[in-house]
């Protein structure tokens, strides 16, 4: 009787392990303790460690020690509610190439409902991820244009005080004026204009860079850079810029930096052209507020025009993609804001009309760094 019981159970066992190894998925199941009891073979792979090896170890000898520590915060907590809970991890495997996770977590209850460990099934989300990603770097060339007019314009002042004091120096050979500390002076008053214009490449090769990886980061520094790079021809447009917080307030954001610049840069160019636009008709002070604020668990960033309100009958539609009412637009840029906030950071991005202002709110949850 015994004999056939555990026959029965060892055949129940290995169709389970044919099943499980069968699936494309990491599957593991975990103790209490939250040491590993079963995997399959998808899981081994990811761990590059035999099955034999994990079993009776914990995520601790596995992983990272900021992922393990999080993942046993997640599995205390779920422990305590029994809700399943899905998160996303990301890994750097061996050869330097980032996987990217989803992790499925569900606790198991004996027949007494107490609580024997946690099951998770992990789904590899690299290739959503990245296609994703190349998205939003298509759209940061739709941007590009923008770029490179308002490089251009930075450009000019150096490049003309480059080029007076090359003729300069042509002056003092030709008239014997020629010595030690006028070619020294040459030297230091030539770096300062090509260090700025070296700068200026810089602030825009920062703004190319893809990022993956979310990070803590200075929005009013985030901001200034933006202005870096646009603010020039902002300003040569006549368009005035309204700083719109508390210097001695901290705004701090968990998330993705250069997306979140990028679209801040897409609201900025929409309200700058339709300020420029405008101008060609009637006559007014052309202003763009960025307004931050903090509540408890927000925090807001607000991009006002005040050129005029988006017509009612369009105003549901901005954020599609492609919708644009513009001549040469490609309706790309507030999608991918949208994208970019709500997906990606777990934002929200909204727009109200107020009078004559549009006023487009961002607003970010504050979480702690994952
Ligand atoms: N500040 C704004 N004021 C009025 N309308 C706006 C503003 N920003 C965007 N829009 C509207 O939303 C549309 C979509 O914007 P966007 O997605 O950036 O694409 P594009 O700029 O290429 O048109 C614009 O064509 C315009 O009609
Ligand atoms: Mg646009």
């Not at 061996?94 to 606790?107: F, M, T």
């Not at 925090?299 to 017509?311: H, L, Q, T, V, Y």
Request: proline share 3%; aromatic share 12%; glycine share 4%.
């Amino acid at each position: 009787m015994d004999k056939k019981y555990y026959y029965d159970l060892e055949k129940k066992l290995n169709f389970e392990d044919v099943l499980l190894d069968a699936l494309p998925n990491p599957i593991y199941y975990k103790d209490v303790k939250g040491d590993f009891i079963r995997c399959n073979t998808r899981f081994s792979e990811l761990t590059n460690t035999c099955k034999k090896e994990i079993i009776g170890k914990s995520a601790y000898e596995f992983f990272p020690k900021s992922a393990a520590d999080r993942n046993k915060l997640i599995d205390k907590e779920i422990m305590k509610t029994l809700q399943p809970y899905e998160d996303e991890v990301h890994f750097i495997m061996d050869n330097g190439e980032v996987r990217y996770y989803n992790l499925s977590k569900a606790v198991c209850l004996d027949k007494a409902g107490v609580v024997k460990g946690i099951v998770c099934i992990m789904t590899d989300i690299t290739q959503r991820i990245k296609e994703k990603e190349i998205l939003i770097q298509q759209s940061k060339f739709a941007e590009m244009g923008e770029m490179i007019a308002s490089i251009a314009h930075q450009w000019n002042e150096p490049l003309v005080e480059l080029s007076a004091q090359v003729q300069k120096m042509e002056l003092f050979y030709s008239t014997n004026q020629m010595d030690k500390k006028k070619v020294s002076d040459f030297v230091s008053n030539s770096m300062i204009p090509i260090q700025y214009m070296s700068e200026t490449l810089n602030d825009f090769r920062n703004f190319l860079k893809p990022s993956t990886i979310k990070e803590e980061f200075d929005l009013k520094k985030a901001i200034s850079e933006i202005f870096d790079i646009v603010g020039k021809q902002i300003f040569y447009f006549n368009i005035k810029i309204n700083f719109d917080y508390r210097n001695d307030e901290d705004f701090f954001i968990v998330g993705y930096k250069n997306q979140l610049k990028q679209v801040m840069l897409n609201i900025i160019n929409n309200a700058k052209n339709k300020i420029i636009t405008a101008y060609e008709e009637r006559k007014f002070d052309g202003i763009i507020t960025i307004r931050l604020t903090n509540t408890d668990n927000l925090s807001i960033i607000e991009i006002i025009d005040n050129a005029g309100p988006i017509k009612e009958d369009i105003i549901d539609q901005i954020f599609d993609p492609f919708f644009t009412t513009k001549e040469n637009g490609t309706g790309f840029g507030l999608y991918m804001a949208k994208t970019i906030i709500e997906d990606k950071m777990s934002g929200k991005i909204a727009v109200r009309n107020d009078g004559e202002n549009v006023i487009f709110s961002i607003k970010i949850p504050k979480t702690k760094k994952s």
